[in-house]
C-alpha cells in the first residue's frame, strides 16, 4: 500500500468531520468513521512528531539537485 | 612685499566661499551621464557627469548613497539634485550630489502600463484563473538568486515554521537584461519536479532592478504554470506584472514563505480542533442513539405487547365472520339460478318438445315427396327426348324410305371392289330379304 502523505491524511481527517458534521450518518458508520479519524489523526501527529528537518535542495548546473547551504555574508 | 601674495590655501577658501555664497549652486538640478564611476570602500561614490561637450566631478557621500534605489553605473543617464561647491585641497569644484534617480523611468512606467493592460484584456490576471495555494504542502520550489536576502528569508522561514517540507530552489538571475529570460525558464524546469507550490521573486531593488518581473515572458510563464504560484518581489510597495498573474501575491520574500506553509503548532492546534470536534461528536451521536433506544423500549407496543397479539385476534374474527358471510351469499345465489332453470317452461311441459319434433317431420315428409317428384318428371321429360333422338337414327326408318343393305357374310359392303364376280351377296329391303349373285364389277 502507498504510504498516506502528510497532506492527504489531513484532507481525510477534514472530510470525515465535514461528513460527520453533516449528520445523518448511521451510528455504526459514524463510529467506523471516528476510528477511522482518530488513525489518521495518531499517524498525522506522529508524522509531525518524528519529521526531521528536510534538506533543502538546489538544481544545480548539470540539471542534478544537490544540498544547498546558505552562504553567509552580503548580499 | 609677501603681504601681497596669499597662500593656496587661502585662494581655495576664498573661492569655496564665493560657490557657497551663490544661491543658484546651493541647490541645482543637473542631468547628465555617469562615467568613471568608482564606489569607495568607505561608502562614497565619485563618479563624473558628463554630456557630449563638458564634464562636472560629482561625489556623493555613503549617507545619501544609502538611500539610492539602483546600482549606478558607468553609462547610465541620472538626474540629481545637490550644491555645488569647491574641494579645497584639490583645487576643483564638484557637485555634492544629494539625490540621484535613473533617467528614462517615464518610459519604464508607460510600458508597465501598456503591458499590464494587454495582459488584463488577455484574461491573464482573471481571478477564475487563480489556482489554490495547498495548506499544507511538501514541496515547495523556489524561483530566485541563490545568493541574496530574499532565498535566505524564504528558506529560513520556512524551517522555523515548518521544517518538514521540502524545499528546491531553481537558482535564476533575478537582474539584468537576460533575467526575465532565466526567471520564465527556470519556471518551465519547476513544472517537472512534482512540486505543491512554486515562490517566485526577489530582494528588493530600484524599479530597474526588479523589471525582469514586469516582462510578458515572466508573466507568461507564471500563468502557464500548473503548481500553484505565490509572487515575493521587493518590499510592500513594489507591485509587478508577474504579481498580477500570479496566484498569490506576497509583499515579500518572508511574507510568502508565510503564506506557503503553516506553522507546526497551528497544525498541532488544527489536530487538537479535530480531536475535540470527533469525540464531541461521537458522544452526541451516542446520547441521540440511546435516548431513541429508550424511546423505543417506553413505547407503548413493546410494553404492552399483548395488543399485537389482540389485534390480531381481532382481526381473525373479522376473516371468518367475512368468510362465512361470503360463503353465505354464494349458496343463495346458486339457489336462485337452479330455481330458475327449474321453473323454465320446457322443463315445465315436457311434451311440447315432441309436438314440435313431430311438426318438423311432417314438414320434411312434404317437402321430400315435392322433390322426389319434381326429380322425377325432370327425369321423364329427359327420356323422351332420347327415345325421338333415338327413332331419327334407327337403320329400319332409312330402309323404309326405299334404301337396302348390302351384305357379304354378313358384313354390309360400302365398295364394290371388294367383291368379285359370282359372289353370293344378301340383300336386306324394308320388309324381307333377297340372295342374289353378282356378274358384273363395274368400274
Given amino acids: 500500500m502507498k504510504e498516506i502523505t502528510f497532506e492527504n491524511a489531513l484532507k481525510d481527517l477534514e472530510l470525515i468531520v465535514k461528513d460527520l458534521e453533516s449528520g445523518n ?11 477511522d479519524a482518530m488513525n489518521l489523526l495518531k499517524l498525522c501527529q506522529e508524522k509531525l512528531d518524528h519529521a526531521t528537518k528536510q534538506v ?20 | 612685499m609677501n603681504q601681497e601674495y596669499c597662500t593656496v590655501s587661502q585662494i581655495n577658501q576664498w573661492i569655496k566661499l564665493m560657490f557657497d555664497n551663490s544661491a543658484y549652486l546651493k541647490k541645482i538640478y543637473l542631468k547628465g551621464e555617469i562615467s568613471n564611476f568608482k564606489h569607495h570602500t568607505s561608502g562614497h561614490l565619485y563618479f563624473t557627469l558628463k554630456d557630449d561637450e563638458s564634464r562636472i566631478s560629482a561625489i556623493m557621500f555613503r549617507s545619501a548613497a544609502s538611500s ?33 534617480e535613473q533617467d528614462g523611468l517615464g518610459n519604464l512606467y508607460i510600458e508597465f502600463e501598456k503591458l499590464k493592460k494587454k495582459l488584463a ?25 541563490s545568493t541574496g536576502a530574499a532565498i535566505k528569508d524564504i528558506l529560513s522561514t520556512i524551517e522555523r515554521r515548518y521544517p518538514i517540507c521540502e524545499t528546491i530552489l531553481f537558482p535564476s538571475l533575478v537582474q539584468g537584461a537576460s533575467a526575465s529570460k532565466d526567471v520564465a525558464e527556470k519556471i518551465k524546469i519547476a513544472q ?50 508577474a504579481d498580477f498573474v500570479a496566484d498569490k501575491r506576497a509583499p515579500t520574500p518572508t511574507g510568502a514563505a508565510e503564506m506557503a506553509v503553516p506553522t507546526i503548532d497551528e497544525v498541532k492546534k488544527t489536530f487538537h480542533t479535530i480531536e475535540l470536534k470527533l469525540a464531541s461528536f461521537l458522544e452526541i451521536k451516542l446520547k441521540e442513539a440511546s435516548l431513541e433506544l429508550k424511546k423505543l423500549e417506553e413505547s407503548y407496543v413493546l410494553s404492552h405487547p399483548m395488543i399485537i397479539y389482540e ?3 381481532q382481526k381473525l374474527d373479522g376473516l371468518e365472520e367475512n368468510l362465512h358471510q ?12 337452479l330455481d330458475h332453470i327449474e321453473s323454465s317452461y320446457v322443463l315445465q311441459n315436457p311434451q311440447t318438445l315432441y309436438e314440435q319434433k313431430e311438426k318438423d317431420v311432417k314438414n320434411y315428409q312434404v317437402l321430400l315427396l315435392k322433390n322426389i317428384n319434381r326429380i322425377f318428371s325432370l327425369k321423364y321429360h329427359d327420356f323422351q327426348l332420347m327415345v325421338q333422338t333415338l327413332k331419327l337414327v334407327n337403320p329400319l326408318n332409312i ?24 359372289d353370293e351377296l344378301n340383300i336386306d329391303f324394308s320388309k324381307g330379304s333377297i340372295s342374289v349373285e353378282v356378274k358384273e364389277i363395274i368400274k
Fill in chain 2, 121 to 145: 484584456l488577455e484574461g491573464l490576471f482573471d481571478p477564475a484563473h487563480k489556482k489554490v495555494i495547498p495548506k499544507y504542502p511538501t514541496k515547495i520550489g523556489i524561483v530566485t538568486a
Fill in chain 2, 399 to 422: 330402309l323404309e324410305k326405299g334404301y337396302s343393305v348390302v351384305k357379304k357374310d354378313g358384313h354390309i359392303i360400302k365398295d364394290s371392289h371388294v367383291l368379285k364376280v359370282k
Fill in chain 2, 311 to 313: 389485534n390480531q385476534i
Fill in chain 2, 192 to 241: 517537472n519536479y512534482d512540486l505543491d507550490l512554486l515562490i517566485v521573486g526577489r530582494g528588493g531593488g530600484s524599479i530597474e532592478d526588479l523589471w525582469a518581473f514586469n516582462e510578458e515572458i515572466v508573466a507568461r510563464a507564471i500563468f502557464e504554470s500548473k503548481v500553484p504560484v505565490i509572487s515575493a518581489v521587493g518590499h510592500e510597495v513594489d507591485v509587478t506584472i
Fill in chain 1, 25 to 35: 450518518i448511521p451510528l455504526e458508520e459514524a463510529i467506523t468513521k471516528y476510528t
Fill in chain 2, 68 to 100: 539610492l534605489g539602483f546600482v549606478p553605473e558607468d553609462g547610465m543617464n541620472v538626474l540629481v539634485t545637490g550644491r555645488v561647491s569647491v574641494y579645497p585641497a584639490g583645487g576643483n569644484y564638484q557637485i555634492y550630489v544629494d539625490k540621484m
Fill in chain 1, 56 to 75: 533543502n535542495k538546489i538544481l544545480g548546473e548539470d540539471g542534478k539537485l544537490e544540498d544547498f547551504k546558505l552562504t553567509d555574508g552580503e548580499e
Fill in chain 2, 326 to 337: 361470503a360463503l353465505k351469499q354464494y349458496l343463495v345465489q346458486r339457489k336462485m339460478m
